[in-house]
């Protein structure tokens, strides 16, 4: 009796194991949203504030690189531009002894006017003052016309030099590190007075509010799944048993491929698995790297 109660119990624990390997649907590593940030500039690194496992928010600035040579060179440009647009033509001016004398003209003509009404002047007198009159207006039209134009065409002459000053600003402007996500440094791979050229990474950030579980599934467990689908999500915890999480299917992969090595699907034989992409909130257990495991919500829309 003794023997047969052993062998029960035996039994019982061999089930249990049988039913806690299979309790799982699959199974899967958490992995992040990486973005590594890259310098824009070349120049030394004359100030870089990111640190590994510091939180950044987007629009924070971390640091800068040399920028000494762009403002000279914007300065160099904004010399040349005033130099070129101190040559315009002051039209005013050099059209203002002209508008002087069309004045006069003009008063004069109006005095005739009046003498000629009493006949105290001749129409001779009239027309010669009326023909003046047409030709200063002509002499001011053509001036005014040449002015212009010479000036337009030194106005122009200044534009890419003005282009070239809005490259500069533009040069200038991402010399400054601007943080553009909020996130986790998770590496850091330049340090202050290091010389670095445009494309050179900085640092790694994710955000890891959530994390994205891959797991892998079998052709039978499509049916169970779909885009949207809440699961559960297990991770193992320091007492033995499992932390547990609610996570979303956001992504179900098209093509089949073969099983990861590293991967047990619910189906240990099946050569051919689909990837999955489960998002998971993450309250501060989760780590990229950590492996987790997916129950699915029968009937579950």
């Known amino acids: 009796m003794k023997h047969l109660i052993s062998f029960t119990i035996a039994a019982l624990l061999l089930s249990a194991c049988n039913n806690g390997n299979n309790q799982f649907d699959a199974s899967g590593a958490f992995e992040a949203q990486e973005i590594i940030i890259s310098a824009e500039t070349a120049g030394t690194l004359k100030q870089f504030d990111a640190e590994e496992g510091e939180n950044l928010t987007a629009g924070q600035f971390i640091g800068y690189t040399d920028s000494t040579q762009l403002y000279l060179k914007k300065k160099q440009l904004e010399a040349q531009i005033n130099a070129l647009l101190s040559r315009r033509p002051d039209i005013a001016a050099q059209i ?48 005014q016309s040449s002015l212009s134009i010479t000036s337009g065409s030194i106005t122009q002459e200044s534009v890419p030099l003005q282009i ?45 509010s959530f994390l994205i579980l891959r797991a892998y599934i079998t052709g039978n467990q499509l049916p169970e799944t779909g885009l949207n689908k809440k699961v559960k999500v297990f991770t193992d915890n320091s007492a033995g048993s499992y932390n547990e999480h609610e ?14 090595k590293t991967i047990q699907t619910k189906d240990e034989r099946a050569n051919l698995v689909y990837a999955v992409k489960i998002r998971v909130k993450n309250d501060g257990s989760l780590k990229i790297g950590m492996y987790g495991e997916v129950r699915f919500l029968h009937g579950n829309n």
Do not use: C
């Not at 105290?120 to 001011?140: C, G, H, P, R, S």
């Open 96 to 143: 203002g002894a002209l508008q002087e004398q069309l004045k006069s003209a003009q008063k004069e003509q109006s005095r005739i006017a009046n003498l000629l009404k009493s006949e105290a002047a001749t129409q001779k007198m009239m027309d010669d003052v009326t023909a003046q009159i047409e030709v200063l207006k002509k002499q001011i039209d053509a001036l």
């Open 164 to 208: 070239t000053i809005q490259q500069v600003n533009d040069q200038l402007a991402k010399s400054r590190i601007i943080n553009q996500v909020n996130g986790t440094v998770l590496a850091k791979y330049a340090e202050p007075n290091e010389v670095v050229a445009p494309g050179k990474p900085l640092y790694k950030i994710a955000d890891l």
């Open 247 to 260: 996570g979303t299917i956001t992504w179900i992969s098209d093509k089949a491929e073969f099983t990861p």
